[in-house]
């Protein structure tokens, strides 16, 4: 579905794999040494299963490499924090990073596609400098050891043209949310990637070619939605957040995915006193329960 853009040159043989880097002295099992445990035990290996990692790690544990392990990231993830370079126009903090949330879709060759307002800051300063970062983390984020990615690149908006193409690709991977937002959004295209930097859990980063980036192909699984398709109707878990005299909200996972739910409090009266929140939120538990 990608259209055949041409890749950039720019500091393509800048990029290439580096050698592990031991992030917490803590983590001996995944030493470099030549007493590292060649039976692939997992001990002191903290990752995401779709985490990829340096080419010691990736032999030992059974994952996916860097380039690939980035690929799939990109398309299981939905969200990044998009790093502008603050312009003049908004008369403060010229020249200053700028981060922002985002969603995003993929190209065939894993360029990220925005739909962004014009209203919005990120915007305004990726027109008056389209070198940014894009941080995307893996679905269901619980810490430092969770593979995440940094992109380097300039962000462009796509001609007139491309505007039909880049929304189906929205569409393919949002459903709803690209189908419901705003006439006045436009989108923009990472057209050129100069970088990415890969950390794929403790003592697992790399720089990833970014050739090797673009030409391979992301597991179909991952293409798929293969983690929500086998969780799908299941929650595995559901932890508590916040309470008020309301109600509650709570975390819920199914699979890789998190999302955030409110449960109101199903009392006639208004709950006043923490004894109050247990008994009412006991009565939401029985009604599940039953």
């Given amino acids: 579905m990608g259209l055949p853009f041409s890749r950039s040159k720019n500091d393509l043989s800048q990029t290439g794999p580096v050698g592990p880097i031991i992030a917490d002295k803590s983590q001996k099992a995944l030493s470099t040494s030549n007493n590292a445990d060649s039976s692939g035990s997992r001990a002191g290996l903290f990752r995401t299963p779709i985490s990829g990692g340096v080419q010691s790690a990736t032999f030992s544990h059974g994952l996916p490499p860097p380039a690939l392990a980035v690929r799939n990231l990109m398309e299981q993830a939905r969200f990044a924090h998009l790093c502008s370079v603050m312009s003049s126009m908004h008369h403060r903090r010229t020249g200053y990073p700028f981060g922002s949330l985002v969603d995003f879709a993929n190209d065939s060759m894993g360029h990220t596609i925005f739909s962004l307002s014009p209203l919005?800051?990120?915007t305004r300063n990726l027109l008056a400098d389209p070198r940014c970062t894009l941080v995307v983390q893996v679905p269901g984020w619980s810490g430092l050891s969770n593979a995440r990615v940094t992109i380097f690149g300039d962000v462009c908006p796509l001609p007139a043209d491309q505007q039909e193409w880049a929304h189906k690709q929205y569409v393919a991977k949002h459903q709803q949310w690209a189908s419901q937002q705003w006439g006045n959004f436009y989108y923009y295209r990472m057209h050129n990637i100069s970088d990415i930097y890969f950390i794929g859990g403790f003592a697992t980063v790399a720089w990833v070619d970014v050739k090797d980036y673009e030409t391979i192909q992301p597991d179909k699984i991952a293409v798929d939605g293969g983690?929500?398709?086998?969780?799908k109707g299941e929650v595995d878990d559901a932890a508590f957040i916040s309470v008020d005299s309301k109600g509650i909200d709570i975390r819920v996972r199914q699979g890789a995915q998190f999302n955030i739910q409110r449960?109101?409090?199903?009392?006639?009266?208004k709950v006043e006193t923490l004894e109050e929140a247990k008994r009412a939120l006991h009565k939401i538990i029985d009604t599940s329960s039953k």
């Fill in 120 to 122: 919005a800051i990120h």
């Fill in 227 to 231: 983690e929500q398709s086998l969780k």
């Fill in 263 to 269: 449960l109101a409090f199903d009392v006639p009266h």
